[in-house]
């Protein structure tokens, strides 16, 4: 990286290491690129493990990706060398790609926490990313669409009530409206965390976001419409078995 990076206003394209390396056969540097690239791996490995949620760290690291890239980033020396310059360029390509405000706050996110996280290991001597400003979000309202009452009561009615597969969907849909639930809490339930009681209350037990567990109060109509799934679904699975020993 050479030092007129650090100039206001200059907006490199790419990644440069301070030396040129010596002149290597094509096998020795094809060898030396991989044990680089591992190096990378290794610490953006390291990195995400410090997220409980699989989607975060599926997200962070497609973004971390992208602004390596963007910037050519091959090795870890290269990644070592990142400047405020080289953020800076790639708000202004994330900004040009068109993407959401939302998008482009969360890519700045990640990029900030890796360089949070070399910071914290003593690899950089400062965050490049960090006070990088990010898109504002104009909207004062949540990015989930509301449901009008009438909107819900036909959608819970919605599946097939007479077949497994339409009272299975009756009993998701109604744990994810009447709870308010997000679909990755709903497909990790468990038939055990409808058995929670808290002070002589039904309750859900869910794993949100972060690993952390919360209990929500289990309508009536949930708990009915999951009962009688199971109920079902057992019924199913004994008569499946009555055939296939005749």
């Not at 009008?148 to 009615?157: H, M, N, R, T």
Request: proline share 4%.
């Amino acid at each position: 990286m050479h030092s007129h990076d650090q100039v206001p206003g200059h907006i490199p394209s790419r990644i440069h290491c301070l030396h040129s390396d010596p002149v290597l056969d094509p096998e020795r540097d094809s060898a030396a690129r991989r044990f680089a690239q591992l190096g990378f791996m290794a610490i953006e490995t390291q990195w995400l493990a410090n997220f409980a949620s699989v989607c975060t760290r599926r997200a962070y690291a497609a973004d971390v990706r992208d602004f390596a890239a963007f910037s050519g980033l091959q090795t870890q020396s290269e990644l070592l060398q990142v400047a405020r310059s080289h953020v800076l360029a790639w708000r202004h390509h994330l900004q040009a790609q068109g993407l959401s405000p939302s998008t482009q706050r969360r890519k700045l996110a990640a990029l900030s926490s890796l360089m949070e996280h070399l910071l914290d290991e003593q690899l950089i001597p400062t965050n490049p990313a960090r006070g990088v400003r990010r898109p504002r979000l104009e909207t004062h309202e949540g990015k989930t669409p509301a449901l009008s009452l009438e909107q819900a009561k036909a959608l819970l009615e919605a599946p097939d009530a007479n077949t497994l597969k339409g009272v299975r969907d009756r009993a998701i849909l109604a744990v994810m409206l009447l709870g308010g639930l997000r679909r990755a809490e709903v497909v990790t339930l468990r038939v055990r965390d409808f058995d929670c009681q808290r002070a002589g209350v039904a309750h859900l037990r869910v794993l949100g976001k972060g690993g952390k567990t919360r209990f929500i109060a289990a309508a009536p109509l949930m708990r009915e419409r999951v009962q009688h799934y199971l109920e079902m679904r057992w019924h199913s699975f004994k008569a499946m078995s009555a055939c296939s020993c005749e």
